[in-house]
């Protein structure tokens, strides 16, 4: 598929006056990260990610012919039952890249009411769920003016839409392993949007567990646009994507074979490596809390101590996803509530693991 396919050609809107649908999404994490993009939304290179199953975002959007044809958006946002203003620049911003995908969206009025099953100000990135659900909810309309599309184009095209609202939301359409970033050896693959990993997984990575341990609440010290600009001209930006790339061959492989210390190593280390792009950059930033820190070392002395196959990956951010197999799930959670918990703020955390993806509600 190529970027042209995507655009819907000017439909006749005249049968649809208004209507509602409503799509929940879920947030995703990644395993090979993605940081670092050019012009519109292309990863300078490939990342796969972990959907999540609890953490998601619900999205009703309705829509109501405008009396006055205009040619730009009218949106009204309303956040968990209020209305919030502060989303709008967010979501015209998205609404204007992609415009040329789904011209009739300068046809309707819209209200896009949404909400989150995670705390807000919890520190995990709504983006990906965000994003996605209203891509979804956008191509609910698209099939109704045009019938005629695939479940499978259907879904590429929100997973593509998605991507030009927030790079990561291209990977929450669907589950539990999601490829976006083209790559020689999956097949498949595009910048475009995302894929489902497309070989058999181990049955060890099936109910991946996904425990977030809410170190800092606190607003993102980096936005993703800031962290993104960042890569450019930084010092070891092409190893970084050429590191990346070989991420990606190793972990499809060890996606297959089942190779939980291979994985555990790999994940730590894009993980370490993300947080140290952003130490080495210019500005610099200090994205971990000596929580972090702290319970990194926790998770790496229990691992030595139990031979257990725990690990830990990063956003950007100080929250730490603690990674490990359905198997481990007493012995883990054991671990976290006797000495991880008291390391987050409020003891707060949440647990998750690998879903399905996007659904209809
Ligand atoms: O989707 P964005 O632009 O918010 O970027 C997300 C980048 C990371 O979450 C740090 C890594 C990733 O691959 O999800």
Redesign the pocket.
Known sequence: MTEKDFILKKTNTSKLNKGTFTWQSPS???L????G?SDP?IPKNP?I?ITLNNCHTSTTLEFSKKEIPTNDFNVQVIFEGNIKDAFKPKILNFFKRIEKYIPFITEYDFVIKTENSFPHSSGI?S??SGMSALALCLMSIEKELNPEITPEYFKQKASFLARLG????A?SIEGELVVWGKHDQIKGSSDLYGIKFPYEIHSCFKNYQDTILLVDKGEKQVS??L??ELMHNHPFAEQRFKQANENITKISKILQNGNLKAFVKLVESEALT?HAMMLTSDPYFILMKSNTLKIIEKICNFRKKTESNVCFTL??GANIHVLFPEKEIEKVNTFILNELMGLCQNNQYICDKGGIGARQL
């Open positions: 995703n994490i990644a090979v990260k993605y940081w993009k939304q990342s990610s990135a983006s990906a927030s790079g990561s939301a990977r993703s646009t962290g993104h993300l956003d950007a």
